[in-house]
């Protein structure tokens, strides 16, 4: 199971940290991404860690503002999000899946298990 956290308000410029606590164990062998649904839209993805290495990727809307990083061992996933737009008010899900292969990290049908999902509204 994922736990997501750290959404809330925030103004244009700001920054906020959201967090993805994963339960059980062997936490490295997940890719995490973090995918993003603004209202009336559909899910797109954001950022993903890698299983068992510190590689990362990142979508051409939040490369340069967002950075995903990961702690294996309190099982916690974080993004960092900078220079909020209000372009990236969503609700965040977290999203895990063992051994992804690499030409998926970025398709949320690949992905078994997911967060509640916590919302991010950025005003103007």
């Known amino acids: 199971q994922l736990q997501a956290s750290g959404g809330g308000l925030v103004q244009a410029g700001g920054s906020r940290k959201l967090s993805c606590i994963g339960s059980g164990r062997s936490f490295n062998i997940y890719t995490v991404a973090w995918f993003r649904q603004a209202p009336g839209e559909g899910r797109e993805f954001a950022a993903a860690s890698r299983y068992g290495t510190s590689v990362t990727y990142y979508s051409d809307s939040v490369k340069g503002r967002f950075t995903i990083s990961r702690d294996n061992a309190k099982n916690t996933v974080y993004l960092q999000m900078d220079n909020l737009q209000p372009e990236d008010t969503a609700v965040y899900y977290c999203?895990?899946?063992?051994?992804?292969?690499?030409?998926?990290?970025?398709?949320?049908?690949?992905?078994?298990?997911w967060g509640q999902g916590t919302q991010v509204t950025v005003s103007s």
């Open positions: 999203a895990a899946e063992s051994f992804l292969h690499d030409d998926y990290y970025n398709n949320e049908r690949y992905y078994n298990f």
